[in-house]
């Protein structure tokens, strides 16, 4: 307690419960159970309300248990909220836990969708339904294979031929999602005829985005990206930033209606004039 005051004395009630409230008073190891002892003997009920009366020790109980003892029962006691809202230690406990935010389970690693031989041999391969963890893993292993010809996934079909070797690519509303943009990704990275993508109205979200975006700190010739209506986010708007701060080719970069937001927007506007000598032209938000 913050501090202690002497309860009012009791008349007419020597004894006992003159040292039943002097114990209490003095903060004995179990207050409530000497109060309770002095309640089972009617005598004493008179000196314990006086004791517990304004000024007294009730005063103190409520300033110990933040103003919730009144000296009587209330409605709160008996819907189970006690002193403070609890019954029992236990109780009290179980509530701090409640409160603390669980841990974040680790994520998995990905695992290859397919065996790794059949990535690195062979003129055509038919991917399986993948994640985006999975397509980081299998896009290498695809570049590396120098007999690959023809990469199928989810009913789209993209030829190794334009991957390496054309200067415009013109892939506008073909619903490509982060799998195909992570596999192009790839490729980009060490293209040295590609000066144009066009990726416009497909379902191209972070992942795919942030690929693209780590081919552009190694690519030395697009000059144009066109992200135009996907749903690119603040991760991969994050690492668009990144790219424009790095990349030195670049000179068109779409993103109007994707979902990055304010702030994003506004350190990439801000990076990009930074690397363009001032200049907003070519950036589209």
Known sequence: MSSKRKAAEATGAPGKQRKAVEEAEDGGDDLLGVL?????????????????????????????????????????????????????????????????????EPEEEPELPVPEAELTSGEAIELPTMTAGQARLVAPLLYRNSELKTIKYDGHELTTEDLRENDELEWDSEEF???????????????????????????????????????????????????????????????????????????????KYNAVPTSGQSELLDLWTKAHDGSQLGLHL
Not at 54 to 80: A, M, P, S, V
Not at 85 to 92: Q, T, V
């Open 36 to 104: 309770g002892d002095a309640f089972d003997d009617d005598e004493n009920e008179d000196a314990l309300q006086d004791a517990l009366g304004e000024g007294g020790l009730g005063d103190e109980l409520n300033d110990e248990f933040g103003g919730e003892y009144e000296g009587e029962n209330t409605d709160d006691e008996d819907e189970g909220g006690g002193f403070g809202g609890f019954d029992d230690e236990g109780d009290e406990d179980a509530g701090q836990e409640s409160e603390a935010e669980p841990e974040p």
């Open 177 to 255: 999602h982060d799998v195909e943009a992570i596999i192009i990704a790839e490729f980009l990275k060490d293209n040295k005829e590609l000066t144009r993508l066009d990726l416009a109205r497909n379902s191209i979200a972070d992942a795919g985005a942030a690929a693209l975006a780590a081919a552009l700190k190694d690519n030395t010739t697009l000059e144009y990206l066109n992200l135009e209506s996907n749903l690119v986010a603040e991760k991969g708007g994050k690492a668009l930033c990144e790219a424009v701060s790095s990349n030195t080719t670049l000179t068109y970069l779409n993103l």
